[in-house]
């Protein structure tokens, strides 16, 4: 049971808006820390996708945002394409645990 | 480009030392404000943050694992190193090493090394 909560799985056809949720308590998100974002595609390393709640690395397109609210998070992607398959990981920090966290994950499948 | 490499044995013997290395190239690992961590993803699931060090030493350990795990860095080699004792099949992974930015409120991995698959079997 991973600290952060994420979808197992979301899925939508080339060219829609896909949104993944990231859900937090009040020891993480809640508390004040920022959430980051990893896209995984199949066979490679996580990459940096987005980082501090809504700030896109150079090079990843703005059909990618991010946003934070209260204990969550969340990825949107819209003009969804056949490479933006793969895994998606939000990331924060846990006061309780004192570790840094990462959700479950999500599976995403272009249709 | 900062980029980051792992290295090690791909199979270790369960009850023995598992004993990773990151690279890094581009940059210098004596940077301030910059951390050094490792990550790891068990085959088919999620990842787990297992421990970080600074350049000059201070190290962080997942409590869940800080009693097996050793966290050091080279910085003549800029290098830093992994090792994880009396290790199970539940520590078959890939580990991931990566830079770790970390600022008040705030910290996440970026770059990460390409990942080495780790098996414990006998």
């Known amino acids: 049971q991973s600290v952060l909560t994420q979808p197992p799985s979301v899925s939508g056809a080339p060219g829609q808006r896909v949104t993944i949720s990231c859900t937090g308590t009040s020891s993480n998100i809640g508390a004040g820390y920022d959430v980051h974002w990893y896209q995984q595609l199949p066979g490679t390393a996580p990459k940096l996708l987005v980082y501090v709640n809504d700030i896109r690395p150079s090079g990843v397109p703005d059909r990618i945002s991010a946003s934070k609210s209260d204990t969550s998070a969340s990825l949107a992607i819209t003009g969804l394409q056949a490479e933006d398959e793969g895994d998606y990981y939000c990331?924060?920090?846990?006061?309780?645990?004192?570790?840094?966290?990462f959700g479950g994950g999500t599976k995403l499948t272009v249709l | 480009q900062l980029q980051l490499q792992e290295s090690g044995p791909g199979l270790v013997k369960p009850s023995e030392t598992l004993s990773l290395t990151c690279t890094v190239s581009?940059?210098?690992?004596?940077?301030?404000?910059?951390?050094w961590g490792w990550i790891r993803q068990p085959p088919g699931k999620g990842l787990e943050w297992i421990a970080t060090?600074?350049?000059?030493?201070?190290?962080s350990y997942n409590p869940s694992l800080k009693s097996q795990v050793t966290i050091s860095v080279d910085t003549s080699k800029n290098q830093f190193s992994l090792k994880l004792k009396s290790v199970t099949a539940a520590d078959t992974a890939v580990y991931y090493c990566a830079r770790h930015v970390d600022k008040t409120l705030t910290a996440y991995f970026d770059p990460w090394g390409q990942g080495s698959l780790v098996t414990v079997s006998s």
């Open positions: 060090i600074s350049y000059n030493g201070g190290t």
């Open positions: 990331q924060s920090y846990d006061s309780g645990l004192s570790i840094w966290v």
């Open positions: 581009g940059g210098s690992i004596t940077r301030s404000s910059y951390y």
